[in-house]
């Protein structure tokens, strides 16, 4: 990355992270396409989702997971993979298809069926034993409404499973779960978690610039957001960065706030 003089730039963590993560969506990149973005914002990604099922109908996956891994970022196949191999009872399959893979990061969601609490987790602490655990919590679902105190008890309950971070549900359209049906953010809902549960154990899906503005400006440039499209890396880093009309004045001393225009 090519160094610059610029002050007033916020401070970002590097990899390995714990907060300020990047959570990137891969639906069906090609391996050439991966290998471009690796070389391009590889250094700004932390995990990629490969989504829902496109790790099963894509080809040559397992050298595209390599790709990703040679660039020190983890790959996980969408929590709707692994909900597809429960429901039919093939748990033990699933462990085998993401050991071919050679993942060692899984996601565990219930956002497309229904799955008693206890149950997911008891996956996610199963998991955990082998693999860095992503779960997901919310309904895929626009009609499905959670009380915020339930959305922090399966949080609080996921994470002491062994859970690394916890997904707040937004899907790739970015209207269900934390946000709105607009894909306005959920505010109360968001801040009654963030009261409850530490800002560095959660992720929260952004997949919109309008979404990603709100939680920067709201909790700073190293708030953990995912969902992110592989060709809006770049330009959600310079939101980060205060290098972007909707954060450049985010991050400038307030002395500098006398320029903002009228």
């Known amino acids: 990355m090519t160094q610059n003089n610029l002050s007033f730039l916020p401070d970002r963590t590097t990899k390995p992270r714990q907060n300020g993560i990047a959570m990137v969506m891969d639906k069906g990149l090609s391996l050439r396409e991966a290998e471009d973005f690796v ?5 700004l990604a932390d995990f990629v989702k490969l989504g829902f099922g ?45 050991d071919q893979l050679e993942l060692d990061t899984v996601e565990v969601s219930d956002g497309s069926m229904f799955m008693e609490h206890d149950v997911k ?43 690394f971070k916890v997904i707040g549900e937004a899907r790739e359209s970015g209207n269900v779960g934390i946000y709105r049906a607009t ?30 503005v709100w939680f920067i400006n709201n909790f700073g440039a190293n708030v953990n957001l995912g969902n992110i499209a592989p060709s809006e890396l770049i330009p959600l880093e310079t939101l980060r960065l205060g290098l ?16 903002q225009p009228k």
């Open 39 to 43: 070389e391009t914002a590889g250094h």
């Open 121 to 163: 987790c008891e996956y996610i602490h199963k998991l955990a034993k082998k693999y860095t655990v992503l779960s997901e919590v919310g309904s895929k679902e626009s009609g499905i409404i959670i009380a915020p105190g339930r959305w922090i008890e399966m949080m609080q309950k996921e994470l002491q499973a062994g859970a």
């Open 183 to 212: 894909g306005k953010a959920h505010v109360a809902l968001i801040n009654k978690i963030l009261a409850k549960i530490q800002a560095d154990k959660l992720l929260w899906e952004a997949p919109l610039k309008t979404q990603q």
């Open 244 to 259: 972007r009309g909707d954060t450049f004045f985010s991050f400038l001393p307030a002395k500098f706030k006398k320029f």
């Open 54 to 98: 496109t790790s099963v109908a894509g080809n040559k996956v397992k050298e595209k997971v390599k790709v990703y891994h040679n660039a020190n970022i983890k790959v996980y196949a969408g929590g709707t993979l692994f909900e597809a191999f429960v429901i039919r009872n093939q748990f033990d399959d699933y462990l085998r298809y993401i």
